[in-house]
């Protein structure tokens, strides 16, 4: 890709080169609802229910009681456009973000004159100040809990340590100055850092960009033991760039945000404050999460008072729907970089590649791609499985193929699993271990041998062809042409 990208508004700028990567529409959306309504059906994916398809990102001109301002959504939600986006192939994005991690280059704090996402300020104090009004953040579902921020790239330091982190999390708009903040128990290191806050009494100063470089929405994606506290995930977007992500400080709580974000919500997390998820609907419910399903309203989930927002000139708000293909794409990448990295430490050159499936959403699911080479390279590969529940606690289930197998088509994934797996032998149950609690079915109500929410069975599927028994699954070899000849417009 021949542009430069540092930030949306360049990215949005190299999308409309690629043919079909980018679609608009001026006739007014309400961000109610109707918007993701619209986007299930030209984009969205992923466990979105059916029906919908991968497609364009698109970009929405008129937003019904938003006079002026745009919505973007579906950046990341085709995994071509993403490779695209980060200058890479759609095979190798999971080698380019381990080669990241490696590499990384950290932020670098940057002064006024180039904090573009303060361009517009609002301060709490004013009045009339509503960031129900100010930011046009989509309700998914009409069941939804409220407005939800669902691309807000959250930025906090450590009070004791001064390590700072960024991740993304589930944010409902409650109020004209407040924000409800869900925390994955134990998941997330920004949530260490906010009960270490509390236990003193004191709250945590935090910012929320919105509308950023792809990069940095890829990389805040990171989990450990892959990036272990105290590991700046800003530092990976870095190396994918070969460039310091710019931070600037905020302007009316001590943090910095991301200085080229087209929105930032600056605040504080409230120690001993919290809010019924729920508190402005009723509904019982979230909104829709990665799974597939609307997670459940959480009876008392922290809270951030809004200081301040500020924005660039003419901002345009990024969104994403929750069960989607854009969040296969931001949560699986780095899923497939840190089994990689982990394996390849191991076992070197056994592992080809690895593919976070989109029925898994990007986190419950990895189909593995390894080479046996050797005699004993046999049972390897189930090693190898187990290496990745440990790169990644949150996956559910693996299934093994050889290298011989497009790990990215599903239809080739199931011909091996039907052709070279027998159940009673290659499928290997390991009960009573934690995963994640969005997944309805790891719960005791489901089976006695869960204990708690969260704990689940994970599963390894060993779709591989035993080594001494190679020679009898050679796959049917046709003639190597090029179809161009007969169709040169066509494209495999």
């Not at 945590?204 to 792809?214: H, Q």
């Not at 310091?244 to 120690?271: H, K, M, Q, W």
């Not at 699911?365 to 046996?372: E, I």
């Not at 790891?442 to 708690?452: G, L, M, V």
Request: hydrophobic content about 40%.
């Amino acid at each position: 890709m021949a542009k430069e990208i540092i930030d949306l508004r360049t990215a949005l700028d190299a999308l409309e080169e690629i043919p079909g990567q980018l679609v608009s529409t001026n006739v007014e959306v309400d961000p109610s609802a109707e918007l993701a309504g619209v986007y299930r059906h030209v984009g969205a994916g992923g466990t979105v229910a059916r029906p919908t398809k991968n497609g364009p990102a698109m970009i929405f001109n008129n937003i019904k009681g938003h006079p002026g301002a745009k919505v973007v959504i579906g950046m990341l939600a085709d995994r071509k456009r993403v490779a695209a986006l980060l200058n890479t192939q759609p095979e190798k994005l999971g080698f380019l973000l381990r080669d990241s991690v490696k590499n990384a280059i950290d932020p670098v704090i940057v002064g006024a004159d180039k904090a573009k996402c303060q361009e517009v300020v609002y301060r709490a104090e004013d009045e009339g100040f509503d960031i129900r009004k100010l930011v046009p953040a989509p309700t998914n579902t009409p069941e939804d809990a409220g407005p939800y921020i669902t691309l807000g790239m959250c930025y906090a330091h450590d009070v004791e340590t001064g390590e700072s982190d960024v991740t993304i999390h589930r944010l409902c708009l409650q109020g004209k100055d407040e924000i409800s903040m869900f925390f994955t128990p134990g998941a997330r290191h920004l949530g260490a850092m906010r009960e270490k806050a509390e236990a003193l009494g004191k709250p945590l100063p935090i910012s929320i960009s919105i509308g950023v470089d792809p990069a940095i929405e890829i990389a805040a994606c990171f989990e450990p033991p892959t990036t272990p506290f105290g590991f700046n995930e800003l530092s990976i977007a870095g190396a994918i760039r070969g460039k310091a992500v710019e931070l600037a400080p905020c302007l009316t709580v001590n943090e910095n945000c991301i200085a080229n974000a087209e929105y930032v919500i600056e605040g504080e997390l409230l120690p001993r404050k919290r809010v019924r998820e729920d508190q402005n609907t009723d509904t019982g419910k979230a909104m829709p999460e990665f799974p597939g399903y609307t997670g459940p309203a959480v009876p008392e989930v922290p809270v951030i008072k809004v200081k301040c927002v500020t924005t660039r000139k003419n901002p345009i708000m990024q969104t994403c729907i929750g069960p989607s293909e854009e969040h296969v794409n931001m949560a699986g990448i780095p899923t497939e970089a840190s089994i990689i990295d982990m394996v390849e430490r191991a076992m070197p050159g056994r592992l080809q590649n690895v593919f976070a499936a989109s029925p898994g959403g990007g986190k419950f699911l990895a189909v593995m791609q390894f080479k046996k080479g050797v005699p004993s390279d046999e049972g390897r590969q189930r090693q190898a499985a187990l290496l990745a529940f440990s790169a990644f606690p949150e996956l559910k289930q693996v299934i093994l193929v050889d290298e011989d197998v497009d790990i990215f088509d599903m239809k080739d994934v199931m011909w091996a699993m039907i052709t070279r797996m027998q159940a009673d032998v290659d499928i290997i149950n390991i009960p009573g271990v934690r995963c994640h609690p969005l997944d309805p079915s790891n719960d005791p109500s489901c089976s006695w041998s869960i204990r708690d929410h969260g704990i689940a069975c994970k599963t390894i599927f060993d779709a591989t062809v035993p080594y001494n028994e190679k020679h009898r699954f050679h796959r049917a070899k046709f003639m190597e042409v090029d179809p161009k000849h007969w169709l040169p417009d066509f494209e495999v």
